[in-house]
Nanobody, 122 residues
Framework: VQLQASGGGLVQPGGSLRLACAAS????????IGWFRQAPGKEREAISC????????YYIDSVKGRFTISTDNAKNTVYLQMNSLKPEDTAVYYC????????????????WGRGTLVTVSS
């Protein structure tokens, strides 16, 4: 049972990336999934999540309107589409299972995947 985040890389400010969180050993369509990030010298922060029950989503204010979380149940994968990237989005991004994900936030995390590095720089 594991999660694996992928899709990170180097992108210029204003650019886009799509991160993927692939699950193996369990069905993501029965798990709420969240995305988190940790910038150098900073604490890890929760940025978005999606509910497996009704696709309710949550975003922190700093990514609202720029990031979109979605699921592909056929591929057992959760995506984070990141547009209009800023240098302050530079971080290692992680995904995790959690309970619950609601419109106002997310609960406790359970299973973490290995992170993927996103660097936004010109």
């Amino acid at each position: 049972v594991q999660l694996q985040a992928s899709g990170g890389g180097l992108v210029q400010p204003g650019g886009s990336l799509r991160l993927a969180c692939a699950a193996s050993g369990f069905a993501e369509d029965y798990s709420d999934i969240g995305w988190f990030r940790q910038a150098p010298g900073k604490e890890r922060e929760a940025i978005s999540c999606i509910s497996s029950r009704d696709d309710t989503t949550y975003y922190i204010d700093s990514v609202k309107g720029r990031f979109t979380i979605s699921t592909d149940n056929a591929k057992n994968t959760v995506y984070l589409q990141m547009n209009s990237l800023k240098p302050e989005d530079t971080a290692v991004y992680y995904c995790a299972t959690l309970w619950p994900c609601g419109a106002n936030g997310m609960g406790s995390t359970y299973l973490w995947g290995r992170g993927t590095l996103v660097t936004v720089s010109s």
